[in-house]
C-alpha cells in the first residue's frame, strides 16, 4: 500500500480549532448560536465584575431579512475595556488572552470569543466588529477582525479610532454567523435567565426575535473581585518548578518557597526543608533530580497552609438567596456557602441554595441549576458531578417526598474548575469537590428540613386549634362546675390562649410566604 | 482597582494542554495512565491495520520498586513506524501527524502521546523513549524526547541509529509517569478485552502487575483499510474552499469542482452551475461575496452524489459476531452493518450487534459497549448518544423482557466522529447519526427477535411432545378400535412422527447452542 505513504505536517491552534469546532461546543447553528451568546456574555461579565463594576449587558440578536439563518449577535456592555493594541490578538488569535493567571474568572481557555469569530468567518465570511474603550483613555477604537487560520494570527480589515466624547468605557462586539434562532431560543433564554439568577447584582437585557427579557438588578450589592494569587505547593509540577525558577536563580530554597508560593511562611518553608532532607541551595545548583525530589516533596508535605481564597469570588448565602428568590419565585430558599477548600493546590469554594414551593413546580427529581465560577452550565447535566449527587442523596431523610416542589442550586468556584471539555459544561468527579459538593447539599438539607418540619408544626397547631375550639365551650363548662367560678371566664381565657397560638402560626406564614401548606398536609 | 491591571499574553499549543491536561482525559494517576495506555495501543493499531498488517502488540505496565506510583509504560507493535526525522515532531509537538487527512482512523486530534509525554515529563521528569523503524529502511533508530512547553517544540535528549539484523519494522515506545496502577487496572483490562473484540485479527498482549491477558487473534480476515479522500460539498465552508483555490487558481469553477470533491461527476458540476446561477469563471477571478455563495450553494444544491464510503473501514457483520462470540461467548449474535450514510459531507457507516444468553449476566439494563472508529469508548456513557437510544427503546417489541442477558454493541466509524472532548469518549448528539443508529438496533433486534420466537417454538414443540406422548397409547387404541387394525402399528407411527419433530428441534438446539432454554420458557 505505498500510494497511503504518510504526509506529517502540523496544525496552528486555529487550525485544530477550526477543524474540530464542535469540542468547543460550535456544532450547528443551533448550538454555535447558543455558545456565542454564551462567550460574549461571560466575557462582558469579566471585564465588569472582576473589577468591581456594576454589570450592565445588552444582548441584541437579529436575523438577515433575505436569509434567517443569517444572524447578527450584538453584547454591548460597562466593562473595562480592551486596550486597542491588545484588540487583535485578544479576538482574533487562539490562545491569546489576559485570563491565564491565577483567579476565578469565567473565561479560561483564551479560546470562546476567538471560536465565535472563526465560526462567523467560516459560515458567513464577516468579520467580527469591536469597539472598545478603557476607563482612563481618552479614545475609542473600532476594529473589524477576521483570523489567518493557517498562522493562528489576526487579519485587520479595518481599524479606526476616535475621541470619547462621553466618560464611558466598555465593550461592543458585534458578529454575523449562520445560526438557528429558532431552535436556540429557548436555551438562549434559560441561559440568560439562569446568568440572571446567579448575578442579581447585574442588568441584562436579551432582545430577540419574538423575546424581550429584562433582568434588572435587584442589588447593588456585589461579590468582592478576586485577587490573582500564587501557585500552592500541592499543586506543583516539575514544569511549572523550571519555569518559576527562570527569573529566581539566585535565590536560595527557602527564600523562593515564601515568594513564590501561597502556603508558606518562613517557619513552614524551614520546616519543610528539614522534613524534606533539602539543602537549602541556591536554586540554579539544583540538579534535575533535586528538582524533581522538590516537586515530589512540595506535594507530600502535610502542613502547608490550605490555600487562601483571595483567588475567589463566591456569590455569598445573602446574595445567592436573593438572586433565586427573584427568578424562582420559591416559598424558601436554604443556601450555604462552604468553608474555601483545595484540590491539588486549587482553592474551590462550593455554594448551594435549595428553593422550595412557591412557584417551583413540583417534579419526579430535584430540578438542578449547575453554575461553575457563576457561569450557568446547560448541556451536559448527565455527566456533570452534581447530577450524580443530587441522584443518590436519599431525599426522605430530609422529609422531601416526590414529587416535591424543589430545586438544588450548586455552585463552584475555583481557579481551576476541572471541566470535563473546552466547552465548559460538565464538571468532572474529583473526589475533594463531589465530597464537598454532597457535604453543602446537606447542610442545606437540614436546614430546609428545619423548615419542612415548621410547615408541619404549624398545620399542627392549625389542627389542634379547630380541635380544641370545638371543647372550648365544654371544657369551660367543666373547669366552672369544679371551680365554682364563672363559665365565660374560663371560656375566654381558652379562647385568648388558642388566639395567641393563631397569631403566632399566622405570623410565621405571612413571613415565610408559605404556599406548600396543602402539598405538606396530606404527609 | 488599578492594581488588577490586565497582563495579556499568548501560550503555545504545549502549553494550554499543559495547563488544562484534563480536558485529554490526563486529570488524576489513575486517569492518566489509562489514558496513556490507550493512546500508544491505539497509535499501535492505526501503524498496523491502515496499512494492512495483521497487528501484534504487547503493552507492558511496571511499577517502580521503590515507589509504586512511579509506572513505565511500553507499547511495541509491528506497525509500519515513523521515518526518523518525523519521530521528534510526531511524539513530541502538539498538533503536529500523519493523521490530519480525510480517512478513518483512530488517532485524530495529533494530540494523544504528547499529552502522554507532558504528564511523564511534568510527573517524574522523564523523556519519551522511541525505537521505530519503517519497513523500507535499513535501519533503526532510537530517540529519547522531551517537549519543550513554551515553544511547543521537542527536545532531543539523545538520539542514535543502528543497522538493522532483521527484516523487522514497528515501533516500541517507553514512557515513565506517576500513576495508580491498583485503581487503573480494571479499566485497563475493560480496555484491552474491548479492543480485542472489535479487533479479532489483532493479537493483543497485557502484562502488568497481577495481570497476564493475552488475547491470540481468531482470525487473519481483515477489513479493507480506509483511503484517503477528498471533501464532499455538504462538508464545505469559505475557508476550506478560499484554501483549495491557493493551489488552484487556474482552474475554472467546473474542473475545479470535479477534480477536488467527491460526489461530483462532469455532468453533476454542469448541473450544479446552471442550478446556482454562478458563472464559469476562473477561481483566482472570483470575488469574496461570489466565494461566500458558492460556499452556501455547494452545500444546499440537491443532487451531489453522496460521500464516497473508501475512507471508511467498518468492521463488518462477519467479524463482528466473531469478535463478540470469542470475547462474550453468548448463545447468539446479531448483527447489522448499515449502509454509508453522511452528515454534513462526513461519511459514515453504523454498526451494531446484539449478543444474547449464553455467559452474559442478566442485568436489568443492556450492556452497551461503545465503539468510534473501533476505538471503545469506557468513560462518559451518560452522556453518549448511543446510551440515551438504546434505553428509549422499548424492548419488549422485541420480546426482550428485562433483567435479560442482552448486550448491544454500536460502532459508529467515520473520517470525522463528532466526539464531545479532546478525551475521545462519548459521541455528540448529531442527527443524521442518531436516527442511524436507532435504525441499525431496530434491524438487529429484529432478528434477535426472530431467534427469541424460534427458541419459544422449540419449547413449544418440546411441551407439546411431552404431553402428546401420554396420549399416544390411548390414541392408538382408539385408532385400532375406529379402523380394526393392530394399535401397535398406530403406537410406532405416531412416535415415530413425534420423533421426527424431536430430531428438528434437537438439531436446532445444537446449531445455535441455546442456554436460554429456562428462561425463556417463564415468559
Same mark, same amino acid.
Given at each position: 500500500m505505498s500510494e497511503q505513504r504518510e504526509v506529517f505536517k502540523g496544525l496552528s491552534a486555529a487550525e485544530f480549532f477550526y477543524r474540530n469546532r464542535e469540542i468547543a461546543g460550535f456544532s450547528n447553528p443551533t448550538r454555535a448560536l447558543y455558545q456565542t451568546v454564551r462567550e460574549l456574555v461571560e466575557n462582558a461579565l469579566d471585564a465588569t465584575e472582576l473589577y468591581g463594576i456594576l454589570p450592565e449587558i445588552k444582548v441584541v440578536v437579529t436575523q438577515d431579512k433575505?436569509?434567517?439563518?443569517k444572524v447578527f449577535v450584538d453584547v454591548s456592555d460597562n466593562g473595562i475595556g480592551v486596550p486597542p493594541e491588545e484588540i487583535p490578538s485578544v479576538f482574533?488569535?487562539?490562545?491569546?488572552?489576559?485570563?491565564?493567571?491565577?483567579r476565578q474568572t469565567?473565561?479560561?481557555?483564551?479560546?470562546g470569543i476567538k471560536m465565535a469569530v472563526l465560526y462567523s468567518q467560516i459560515t458567513t465570511g464577516k468579520p467580527i466588529y469591536i469597539k472598545s474603550s478603557t476607563p482612563e483613555s481618552p479614545i475609542i477604537a473600532e476594529y473589524e477582525l477576521m483570523i489567518d487560520i493557517k498562522r493562528n494570527m489576526p487579519i485587520i480589515i479595518s481599524e479606526r479610532v476616535a475621541r470619547k466624547r462621553r466618560k464611558t468605557h466598555g465593550t461592543h462586539v458585534r458578529l454575523c454567523l449562520e445560526g438557528n434562532w429558532q431552535q436556540a431560543r429557548r436555551r438562549v433564554e434559560e441561559y440568560i435567565k439562569r446568568t440572571a439568577m446567579i448575578t442579581p447584582y447585574a442588568t441584562l437585557i436579551l432582545e430577540a426575535p419574538g423575546t424581550h427579557l429584562v433582568f434588572k438588578r435587584t442589588t447593588k450589592v456585589m461579590p468582592s473581585p478576586p485577587r490573582i494569587g500564587k501557585p500552592h505547593p500541592y499543586g506543583v509540577d516539575i514544569e511549572m518548578l523550571k519555569h518559576l525558577f527562570r527569573n529566581h536563580g539566585e535565590l536560595y530554597l527557602k527564600e523562593f518557597i515564601v515568594t513564590c508560593f501561597d502556603g508558606a511562611g518562613e517557619t513552614t518553608a524551614a520546616d519543610f526543608l528539614k522534613w524534606s532532607g533539602?539543602?537549602? #541551595?541556591?536554586?540554579?545548583?539544583?540538579a534535575p533530580e533535586e528538582i524533581a525530589t522538590l516537586s515530589k516533596k512540595l506535594k507530600e508535605y502535610?502542613?502547608?497552609?490550605?490555600?487562601?481564597?483571595?483567588?475567589l469570588s463566591p456569590v455569598g448565602e445573602k446574595l445567592l438567596k436573593k438572586g433565586l428568590k427573584s427568578v424562582l419565585r420559591p416559598e424558601y430558599v436554604a443556601a450555604v456557602s462552604r468553608k474555601p477548600l483545595s484540590y491539588r493546590g486549587n482553592p474551590f469554594i462550593v455554594e448551594v441554595a435549595l428553593a422550595w414551593g412557591g412557584e417551583i413546580p413540583a417534579q419526579e427529581k430535584p430540578l438542578l441549576y449547575r453554575y461553575a465560577n457563576k457561569i450557568p452550565l446547560l448541556y451536559d447535566e448527565g455527566a456533570d458531578v452534581s447530577r450524580r449527587i443530587v441522584d443518590t442523596i436519599d431525599w426522605s431523610n430530609y422529609k422531601v417526598k416526590f414529587p416535591a416542589p424543589l430545586a438544588v442550586v450548586v455552585h463552584v468556584c475555583s481557579t481551576?474548575?476541572?471541566?470535563?471539555?473546552?466547552? #465548559?459544561?460538565a464538571i468532572a468527579d474529583v473526589p475533594e469537590l463531589e465530597k464537598e459538593i454532597e457535604n453543602a447539599i446537606k447542610d442545606a438539607a437540614r436546614k430546609l428540613r428545619a423548615h419542612i418540619t415548621m410547615v408541619e408544626r404549624v398545620h399542627e397547631v392549625i389542627r389542634r386549634k379547630v380541635t380544641f375550639s370545638k371543647y372550648v365551650p365544654e371544657i369551660a363548662r367543666s373547669l366552672a362546675e369544679i371551680t365554682n367560678m364563672e363559665e365565660e371566664i374560663f371560656e375566654e381565657k381558652l379562647f385568648n390562649m388558642l388566639e395567641r397560638e393563631v397569631k403566632k402560626t399566622a405570623q410565621f406564614i405571612e413571613e415565610t410566604k408559605i404556599t406548600t401548606v396543602v402539598k405538606s398536609r396530606s404527609r
Open positions: 433575505n436569509d434567517p439563518m482574533a488569535r487562539v490562545f491569546y488572552g489576559s485570563k491565564y493567571v491565577l469565567r473565561g479560561i481557555f483564551g479560546l533539602l539543602r537549602n #541551595k541556591k536554586l540554579k545548583n539544583l502535610p502542613y502547608w497552609r490550605r490555600p487562601r481564597p483571595v483567588t481551576k474548575v476541572p471541566f470535563k471539555g473546552i466547552g #465548559k459544561e
